[in-house]
């Protein structure tokens, strides 16, 4: 079945970077469009970026010119390269394959805690 590990989060002080990742299995990954969503204390899940199979990317606006979303087809992992963190980057961050429906469970995310 569809699996997507996310790892790599961790504590960071405003400024830093952080790289995740996310491992997929399951499914073909070449042949689907990836992206990031993040989950902030209190708030809803959104969407931060996304790439598709060719590799066009996309981000929100607050995250534009920090974060780059990247994937390795190989390797079968998508990447968020997240630099110039700041204590609004503070979430739960997940992967997920564009497209899927709500009944596609999510995985665990990785906790990325920005904070002097």
């Known amino acids: 079945q569809v699996q997507l590990v996310e790892s790599g989060g961790g504590l960071v002080q405003p400024g830093g970077s952080l790289r995740l990742s996310c491992a997929a299995s399951?499914?073909?990954?070449?042949?689907?469009?990836m992206s990031w969503y993040r989950q902030a204390p209190g708030k809803q899940r959104e969407l931060v970026a996304s790439?598709?199979?060719?590799?066009?990317?996309n981000y929100i606006t607050s995250v534009k010119g920090r974060f780059t979303i990247s994937r390795d087809n190989v390797r079968e992992t998508v990447y968020l390269q997240m630099n110039s963190l700041e204590p609004e980057d503070t979430a739960v961050y997940y992967c997920?394959?564009?497209?899927?429906?709500?009944?596609?469970?999510w995985g665990q995310g990785t906790q990325v805690t920005v904070s002097s």
């Open positions: 790439i598709s199979r060719g590799g066009i990317t």
């Open positions: 399951g499914f073909t990954f070449s042949s689907f469009h």
């Open positions: 997920r394959r564009v497209g899927d429906s709500a009944t596609i469970p």
